[in-house]
């Protein structure tokens, strides 16, 4: 197996079967806000005097809250691009959401990594490989 099939089997395993759908298939029980999204990437932007700002990619600003937390949220939520998404009106479950997506994807990147070993055990370049896969998904781990 070359580091393309690798590539290719892991990307359509994630794809089709493995990966779950943020946030919905993480939510408590709780009450929800909607939020009305651009409908673009968002990434990142300024913090000041916590309030996080996320902007599209050519740094126009499209939101701002009032917690790190919740910047991560959206930003995970916006992964497909939607119009609006469901966000827990409390901050714990905000962090309880986080938690259980991120432990979701640190699970895919454990079996990846088992995969990729046991078939390039002399290899070191499995960080650029998991770093293609998750890219050509559009995921990201902050």
């Not at 691009?81 to 259980?100: G, Y």
């Not at 454990?110 to 055990?121: G, L, M, Q, T």
Request: charged share 30%; aromatic share 12%.
């Amino acid at each position: 197996m070359s580091e393309r099939e690798f590539f290719e089997k892991w990307h359509a395993e994630i794809k089709m079967k493995l990966l779950k759908t943020f946030p919905i298939d993480f939510l408590p029980e709780c009450d929800v806000s909607l939020i009305d999204l651009p409908g673009k990437q968002l990434v990142f932007g300024s913090e000041l005097f916590g309030s996080y700002e996320l902007t599209d990619v050519e740094g126009n600003p499209a939101l701002q809250v009032d917690s790190y937390e919740k910047a991560k949220y959206i930003l995970y939520a916006n992964r497909t691009r939607p119009k609006e998404i469901k966000m827990p009106e409390l901050p714990e479950n905000v962090v309880t959401t986080i938690k259980a997506y991120e432990k979701h994807l640190d699970e895919l990147v454990r079996a990846i990594v088992k995969d990729y070993k046991s078939h390039f055990p002399q290899s070191a370049r499995f960080h650029e490989v998991s770093n293609q896969i998750f890219t050509a998904l559009n995921l990201n781990r902050f």
